[in-house]
C-alpha cells in the first residue's frame, strides 16, 4: 500500500522499522511505499546516520545503528495479540542487548498490552521505545480507563493515590483483576524506574516527587501512561524478582503515601492495609522526612503485637525516623520480655 505526502515523522518510523529486512534496498523501498522523491528519502537517512540510530557500510548497507527508536499507535481488536508486537516490532531493535534485557523488556511489554486489552476498555495503544547502549525506555500509553481507578475499584480503596501503594506491596489480585497488580509491582522493583500517568496523578516509584497534580486536560480518569526505564549497569534480576513476589516478600518505598511532614496515624493505617497477608515486610524509608510517633507505633508496635511471626524490617531512615521507631520497638521488645540486643535494627545499619 502505498502512502502519498511528505509526512517526515512517518517515513522516518518507517525506515527504522523496515531497515533490518531492506537494508541494501531501504532507499528505493521507501520511495516506493510513501511515492516520494529519492531527495526527501536521502534527507531522512542522512539524519538518522547524523544522530545514530542507522549506520551503513559496503557490504550489507545501511542497518541499525547502536541507538534504536520505535514509535507506533496500534488499533486494539478482541484477536490483537502482545506476541506479535513483540516478536515483530520490538525484539528485532533488541537483538544486540544480552538476554537478560530481552527478557525483562519482553516480560514488561507482555504485561502492559494484557493488562490493557484485559482491563482499560481502550481502543487505541501508542507504544515507544528508545535502546541506547545505556539505557531502555519504554512507553505504553492507552486511551481507556484509567489505570488507578481500575485498581482503585478492584482493591476497595477509598483513594485511588493509594493504589500505587497497593502496587508496590504485590499480591494485589482480584477475581476480576487477574495478575495486572502483581505484573506492575514486578516491573517496578526490576526497572531503574518506573512512572505512571493516569487521571490526574503523576507518580515515579524510584524518586520522592510522588503526588504531582497534572493540568486539567478535560480527560478525567481516562487514559493512562506507564514509562519503564533500566539503566543497562542495573542488572535485572526478572525470575529473582518473580520469586520474591509469589513468595510474598513486601518492599514498600514508605514515601508513596508522604502527603505532609510528618507521616501521620492515618497514613499509618493506608501502609497496614493487607501487609498480614504477607510473609515477610520492609520499608524503606528513602525520602521519608519526619514520622510522628504514632506512625511508628502504629506499625512498629501494634502490628508486631498483633502479628509476631511476620518479619518486619526497613532500611534508610534518617536521625529524626529512626528516633521514633526504636521507642516503638522498644515497646514491643518490653512487652514480650525480648533482650534489647534482639529487637529490630534498620537493614542497612
Not at 94 to 108: I, K, S, W
Not at 315 to 325: L, R, T
Amino acid at each position: 500500500m502505498q502512502h502519498t505526502g511528505n509526512n517526515t515523522d512517518a517515513i522516518r518510523d518507517f525506515i527504522l522499522a523496515h531497515i533490518g529486512r531492506h537494508g541494501d534496498t531501504i532507499l528505493s523501498h521507501t520511495m516506493a511505499h510513501f511515492a516520494v522523491k529519492k531527495s526527501l528519502v536521502q534527507q531522512q537517512l542522512h539524519a538518522l546516520l547524523t544522530e545514530q540510530y542507522i549506520r551503513r557500510d559496503e557490504q550489507h548497507g545501511y542497518q541499525l545503528g547502536p541507538l534504536r527508536e520505535y514509535v507506533k499507535r496500534y488499533t486494539l481488536t478482541p484477536d490483537f495479540a502482545s506476541n506479535a508486537v513483540w516478536e515483530h516490532d520490538i525484539a528485532p531493535l533488541l537483538e544486540a542487548a544480552d538476554a537478560e534485557v530481552r527478557h525483562t523488556c519482553r516480560y514488561a511489554l507482555r504485561a502492559l498490552i494484557n493488562n490493557t486489552l484485559q482491563h482499560a476498555q481502550a481502543t487505541q495503544l501508542h507504544l515507544y521505545l528508545r535502546y541506547t547502549p545505556h539505557d531502555v525506555l519504554l512507553i505504553v500509553r492507552d486511551n481507556g480507563q484509567g489505570l488507578l481507578s481500575t485498581l482503585k475499584q478492584h482493591a476497595q480503596l477509598r483513594d485511588p493515590d493509594y493504589a500505587l501503594l497497593e502496587i508496590s506491596k504485590g499480591a494485589l489480585t482480584h477475581p476480576d483483576s487477574g495478575d495486572a497488580g502483581n505484573s506492575l509491582c514486578i516491573c517496578a522493583r526490576v526497572f531503574s524506574d518506573m512512572a505512571i500517568d493516569s487521571g490526574n496523578t503523576s507518580f515515579t516509584y524510584q524518586s520522592n516527587s510522588v503526588f504531582v497534580p497534572l493540568p486539567d486536560d478535560g480527560r478525567g480518569d481516562q487514559q493512562t501512561i506507564i514509562r519503564l526505564l533500566l539503566q543497562l549497569n542495573d542488572k535485572p534480576a526478572l525470575d529473582h524478582v518473580m520469586q520474591q513476589v509469589a513468595a510474598k516478600h513486601c518492599h514498600i518505598p514508605v514515601h508513596l503515601i508522604q502527603q505532609q511532614h510528618a507521616l501521620s496515624r492515618t497514613q499509618a493505617q493506608h501502609l497496614l492495609y493487607r501487609l498480614e497477608q504477607f510473609a515477610s515486610i520492609h520499608l524503606d524509608f528513602s525520602h521519608v522526612r519526619n514520622v510522628s510517633p504514632a506512625f511508628a507505633n502504629d506499625i512498629f508496635y501494634t502490628f508486631q503485637q498483633a502479628h509476631p511471626n511476620i518479619p518486619l524490617s526497613y532500611s534508610n531512615a534518617n536521625e529524626k525516623v529512626s528516633k521514633h521507631v526504636q521507642h516503638a520497638l522498644s515497646k514491643h521488645a518490653v512487652a514480650n520480655a525480648i533482650h534489647p540486643e534482639t529487637t529490630l535494627k534498620p537493614a542497612d545499619a
